[in-house]
């Protein structure tokens, strides 16, 4: 289910925008915001916010992969800050 919710995400991202890939990211730009889909763990992310900028954008958002086991999440009490 994972994979085709990434490619289901990755379509989404690139309508209307400009898909550029760097070192562990894929960066997509287009009108006043952009999207980094799914960067590794050691991907540029200043470089590519850096790169958004450059095109224009005023806004830079992130995906990143949902864990594959929910053993290795954090609670949903300690992730929403009420305990």
């Given at each position: 289910m994972l994979p085709e919710a990434a490619a289901n995400h990755l379509s989404w991202f690139g309508r209307g925008r400009e898909r ?64």
């Open positions: 550029i890939e760097l070192d562990g990211v894929a960066v997509f730009v287009g009108g006043d915001a952009s999207a980094m889909a799914f960067p590794r763990r050691d991907a540029d992310l200043e470089g590519a916010v850096e790169c958004a900028l450059e095109a224009g954008v005023a806004e830079v958002g992130c995906t990143r992969p949902v864990q594959a086991s929910p053993s290795t999440a954090a609670p949903a009490s300690s992730r929403s800050g009420s305990g």
